[in-house]
């Protein structure tokens, strides 16, 4: 696992380019054959993917968490970004394809991917933090979660957004989970900016052309810096960071958060005059 400590918002200001990349861009998320995972010290999360080809891929402790087997102490959730494949957990498999996500509750021992088609494998983006409590474990299907349109074409910031996790279709202990889609067209995701001091949210942006590049912005909304992500690129945001983003094509992403509550509204909004 590739461990992430957690940084400080007055370290994080001196950062250069490079220190900006490695505590807070995941660079390869999807790996053919792979399973991925990084960890962050922020509220413990953990994010990844993972590629099957012919042989599925078992999800494994290690030292990193120390403990028997990954879902031990926490919750995980798979999202299918593409293909079509089966998450399997204690012997049970879940089919899935794009837009659906497996809840895998605490206390699952044993959890791997498969794909249906090798040659068109299935992708599987990986988000996961510690939990207080046995859940079932629940597959939920894009058509099943409920749109809401925010933005506008006008602000180039029309995009809909689906909570997949959020205590209404899936009960879970601190994941909240979904997927934001920008209309053709638009650009900006996040803006106005917010904070939200009681938790950490990761955004993993996929659905973007090869050339095209998101400029993601972070850090104190006093203290804004930029990082250039490429597709099925995934960024860290600690709890003070600001996380919004604008790109040169359109794209979407998974955003997941954990912490201290459990309120998806909790956002402490930063005015445009305020942002630096
Ligand atoms: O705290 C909530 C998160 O930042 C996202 O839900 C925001 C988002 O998907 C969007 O504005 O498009
Ligand atoms: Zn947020």
Partial sequence: MD????????EARGFDTAQLRRHYLVEDVFV??????????EDRVVLGGAVPGAEPLR?????????DHFCERRELAAFCV????????DGTAYPVERGDLAYIGRGTREVSFSSADPAAPARFYLASAPAHQDLPTTLVHAKDVPPVELGAAETSNERTIRRYI??????SCQLMMGWTQLA???????????????????????????????????????QTRHLIVR???????????????????SYSFIWFMAGENYRFDDMDHVAMADLR
């Fill in 32 to 41: 053919p054959g792979e399973l991925r995972l990084t960890y962050s010290h």
């Fill in 82 to 89: 593409d293909g079509r494949g089966a998450v399997v957990c």
């Fill in 231 to 249: 597709n099925e690129q995934a960024v860290i945001s600690p709890s003070w960071s600001i996380h919004a983003g604008a790109a040169t094509g």
């Fill in 3 to 10: 461990v992430r400590y957690s940084t400080n918002p007055a």
């Fill in 166 to 171: 959020d205590g209404t279709l899936v009960e």
């Fill in 184 to 222: 053709p067209g638009s650009v900006w995701n996040t803006m106005p900016a917010h904070t939200h001091l009681r938790r950490t949210e990761c955004y993993f942006y996929f659905d973007l052309d090869e050339d095209a590049r998101l400029v993601h912005l972070l850090g104190e909304p006093d």
């Fill in 59 to 67: 999800l494994e402790s290690d030292d990193t968490l120390r403990t």
